[in-house]
C-alpha cells in the first residue's frame, strides 16, 4: 500500500450528510489528509477543480445530478482525480452507473474505518477497490455463457467475458477476503490480484453486456 | 318539523325545499338504496310512496320535460344532505373553486357543441341536451365533492363508459384502448359528414358550415386557452394526490419498521450487542424493500436457492448476533439436493456463529451451468481438526455426511489462529438438466 503515495493521499469528502461527513472526517483523519468538504454537485466540482486532491470520497446519492455528474464534470479535465464511490445501497443500477461513469471503486458506507483508509490509498495508488457485494453483483452480470440478448454483432470478447483468474479472484473477494489474503490463496502476488481487479473494472467500463447497458439505461447514463 | 333540528343546514337549501316540507321527518337522500344519488328513495321515504313507482314518475317525467328533470335530479343531489351526513355536496362545492372552474368549462364546451349542432340539425335532440349542460356542470361538482363511497358509486356507473374514452388508466391496456377510442371518432366523423352531405347534397352547404367554422374558430380563441389552463391544472392536482398517498404509504412502512426500531434502539442502549442486532436487522429489512421490493416479513414465495440463503443469513444473525455478508451470484429452483445443501451450510454457519469468535461470517453462494458452490468463512480462531472430540458429531455428520449423501463434497480448510472456510460443492447436471434459472432482474449483492 506504500508504492509511489507515501504521503497521505489528500481526500475531498463530498457527501450531502453532513453528520455522515464529519464522522468518517474523524475515522480517517490520522491516515489519509482530509483537505475538503462539499455536499452538492456543484460546490463539489468548483473544489475538486481548486484542490485538485488525489481521492474523492463520493456519495452516490448527491442533490444536483448524483456522484456521477460530479465524476463527468471533472473527469476530462483533471484525470489524475480518482473517485471511489460511497453508499448505502447496494442497487445494481447505482453500481453501475458511478462505475461506468468512472469511479475506481465502490464500497458501502458499513465499511470499518481501516478498510475505508486502505481502499483510499488503494484508489490513489490507481487500483480498483471492489466490495463484497460488487463483486457478487460483476460474477453476476458476466454469467459464465453470455445470454442471447448479449451476443450483439459488437460482441468483444475481450470486454465481455471474465478470465477464469479474473472469476476466482472476484469469488475470493465476495467471501470477504482481503487482497493480501486472495495473493497468498492463489500464489501470486497482490500486484498482480490488484491487475486483475483493473481489468475487471476495465470491462464493467467498457462493456456492452446487456445487463450492464439496460441497468445504466435505467439511470438515464447510456 | 324535523328541520327544526337543523336549522344551519336548512337555511343554506333553496327555499322551494321548504316549501314542499310535509309529513314525515326532513327531506335526505337514502345513500342505502340508490341507483344514482338516492334521491328518488329519499323522496319516496319523505312522502310515504314506494320507490319504483317514485322512479318510473321520474322516468315518465324526464319524457314530458324533454330532459329538464334530469337537470332537476341532479340539482336535487347536490343540495340535498344525505342522510345521517353533514351538509349537502352543493354546500361543500361552493368551496371548491376548481372544481366550479372545471364545471364552467365542462359547460361552455357543451354549450359550443349544442351551438354547432343546433346551427346545423335543430331537432328535437337539441332541445333534450341544452338541460344537460346543467346536469353536467353539476355532475362534475358531485364527483368532485362527494363523499368516497358515493364517488365509488358514480365510478362503477361510468366504468363503460371511461373505458371507450379512455378517461382513467383502467384494466384494459392503453393500446387498446387509444384503439377504440380513435375508431369510434373516425365513425363519428364519417356519420357526421355523410350525414351533412345526405341532407343538402349540394355545395350549399359549405356557405352554413363556413361561418361555423369562423365561430368554432372564434370560441376555441376566446375560451381555449382557459380550457387548457383547467386541464392542466387538473393534472397537476391528480398529480399532487398521488404524491401524497405514495408519500403516506412511505411514511406507514417507515413507522412500522424504523421508527419501532430506532425506539427499541433507545431502550437498549446499554447492550451494544443487541443494539448492532437491531440495527443489522432493520438494515436488512430496509434493503430489501428498497432495491428488492420485498415488504418487509414478507415470505418467499417461491422458495429459491438464494432465498434460502437469505433465510439462514437472517436465521443466524437474529439467533446468535453475529452480522453475516451473505453474496450469491445466479439462481435456480431448490430441490431436494439443494435443501440438503442449504441445511449444510446453515449447520457451518452456526458452528462459526456459536464458536468462532469470529465478527463477521461471510457467505458466498454461486449457481454454475453445472455445479452449486456455497462457502461459509470466518476469520476466526479456527480449531485442529484432529483434536475435535468424536461426540461433536456438528461439522463431520451435519456438513460432511449431508453432502457427500447427496454425492457432494464439503471441504473444511482451517488451522487454530486462521479461521476456518468451509466449501459445499454440488454438482448440478444429475437433478437440474435444464441448468440454472437465468439470472433476475436485480440478482446482485443481496444483503
Known amino acids: 500500500m506504500t508504492g509511489p503515495h507515501q504521503r497521505a493521499p489528500r481526500v475531498v469528502l463530498v457527501d450531502d450528510h453532513g453528520l455522515f461527513r464529519s464522522g468518517v472526517r474523524a475515522e480517517l483523519g490520522r491516515q489519509v489528509d482530509v483537505v475538503g468538504e462539499a455536499d452538492d454537485v456543484q460546490s463539489a466540482i468548483a473544489l475538486i477543480t481548486e484542490l485538485l486532491p488525489d481521492v474523492v470520497l463520493l456519495d452516490v446519492h448527491l442533490p444536483g445530478g448524483g456522484g456521477q455528474a460530479v465524476i463527468q464534470a471533472v473527469k476530462t479535465a483533471h484525470p489524475q482525480v480518482r473517485f471511489l464511490a460511497l453508499s448505502a445501497s447496494d442497487a445494481p443500477e447505482d453500481v453501475i452507473a458511478v462505475i461506468r461513469a468512472g469511479a475506481r471503486g465502490y464500497v458501502t458506507k458499513t465499511i470499518s474505518t481501516i478498510e475505508l483508509a486502505d481502499a483510499v490509498r488503494r484508489v490513489a495508488a490507481g487500483d480498483a477497490v471492489f466490495s463484497h457485494r460488487l463483486a457478487g453483483f460483476v460474477l453476476d452480470a458476466f454469467a459464465a455463457t453470455p445470454s442471447a440478448d448479449d451476443l450483439k454483432p459488437s460482441f468483444d470478447p475481450e470486454l465481455e467475458l471474465l478470465t477464469n483468474r479474473e472469476r476466482e479472484v472476484l469469488r475470493l473477494i465476495a467471501q470477504g477476503y482481503t487482497y493480501k489474503e486472495i495473493a497468498r490463496e492463489l500464489y501470486i502476488s497482490v500486484k498482480t490480484v490488484e491487475s486483475h481487479v483493473s481489468s475487471v473494472l476495465r470491462k464493467l467500463q467498457l462493456s456492452t453486456r446487456h445487463q450492464l447497458t439496460r441497468w445504466a439505461a435505467e439511470r438515464r447514463l447510456t | 318539523m324535523g328541520y327544526v333540528e337543523h336549522p344551519t343546514r336548512w337555511h343554506r337549501a333553496p327555499s322551494r325545499f321548504r316549501q314542499r316540507e310535509g309529513n314525515g321527518g326532513p327531506l335526505r337522500r337514502d345513500p342505502a338504496d340508490r341507483l344514482g344519488g338516492g334521491v328518488a328513495s329519499g323522496v319516496a321515504a319523505w312522502k310515504g310512496f314506494n320507490v319504483t313507482t317514485v322512479r318510473i314518475a321520474f322516468v315518465l317525467l324526464t319524457v314530458v320535460t324533454s330532459g329538464i328533470a334530469v337537470a332537476v335530479y341532479v340539482l336535487a343531489w347536490l343540495v340535498i344532505p344525505a342522510a345521517g351526513a353533514g351538509p349537502s355536496i352543493g354546500a361543500k362545492a361552493r368551496s371548491d373553486a376548481q372544481g366550479i372552474r372545471l364545471a364552467a368549462a365542462l359547460a361552455s364546451l357543451l354549450i359550443l357543441a349544442l351551438l354547432v349542432v343546433g346551427a346545423l340539425n335543430g331537432g328535437w335532440l337539441i332541445s333534450w341536451a341544452w338541460p344537460q349542460v346543467l346536469s353536467v356542470a353539476g355532475l362534475v361538482l358531485i364527483w368532485r365533492n362527494a363523499p368516497a363511497d358515493e364517488q365509488a358509486t358514480m365510478r362503477h356507473l361510468v366504468a363503460p363508459l371511461e373505458a371507450a374514452t379512455g378517461v382513467t388508466v383502467g384494466a384494459t391496456s392503453p393500446h387498446r384502448r387509444s384503439v377504440l377510442r380513435l375508431t369510434i371518432a373516425g365513425l363519428l366523423l364519417l356519420g357526421g359528414v355523410a350525414w351533412l352531405f345526405s341532407a343538402h347534397g349540394s355545395i350549399a352547404l359549405l356557405r352554413p358550415l363556413g361561418g361555423v367554422a ?36 412511505i411514511a406507514a412502512r417507515i413507522h412500522d419498521s424504523v421508527l419501532q426500531t430506532l425506539a427499541l434502539i433507545q431502550r437498549r442502549a446499554d447492550d451494544p450487542a443487541k443494539v448492532i442486532q437491531l440495527a443489522r436487522l432493520q438494515e436488512r429489512e430496509l434493503r430489501s424493500w428498497l432495491f428488492e421490493g420485498r415488504a418487509p416479513n414478507e415470505i418467499d414465495a417461491d422458495l429459491t436457492f438464494a432465498a434460502g440463503v437469505r433465510q439462514i443469513q437472517q436465521d443466524v444473525e437474529t439467533r446468535y448476533g453475529v452480522p453475516v455478508e451473505a453474496v450469491t451470484v445466479g439462481d435456480t429452483e431448490l430441490d431436494d439436493n439443494l435443501s440438503a445443501l442449504l441445511a449444510a451450510a446453515r449447520e457451518a454457519t452456526v458452528n462459526a456463529a456459536k464458536w468462532s469468535g469470529a465478527d463477521v461470517i461471510s457467505l458466498f453462494a454461486e449457481v454454475e451451468l453445472a455445479a452449486v458452490s456455497l462457502v461459509v468463512r470466518d476469520r476466526g480462531q479456527g480449531f485442529d481438526p484432529e483434536a475435535v472430540p468424536a461426540d461433536r458429531k456438528g461439522l463431520s455428520e451435519s456438513v460432511q455426511g449431508r453432502m457427500s449423501r447427496r454425492g457432494g463434497t464439503a471441504t473444511v480448510s482451517t488451522a487454530v489462529g486462521e479461521g476456518t472456510k468451509v466449501t459445499l460443492k454440488l454438482p448440478l447436471t444429475a437433478t437440474h438438466p435444464q441448468g440454472p434459472r437465468p439470472p433476475r432482474p436485480s440478482p446482485a449483492g443481496r444483503p
Open chain 2, 214 to 249: 369562423l365561430m368554432i374558430a372564434a370560441v376555441v380563441l376566446a375560451l381555449g386557452p382557459w380550457w387548457l389552463r383547467i386541464a392542466r391544472e387538473l393534472v397537476l392536482e391528480r398529480q399532487a394526490r398521488v404524491r401524497a398517498e405514495e408519500r403516506a404509504d
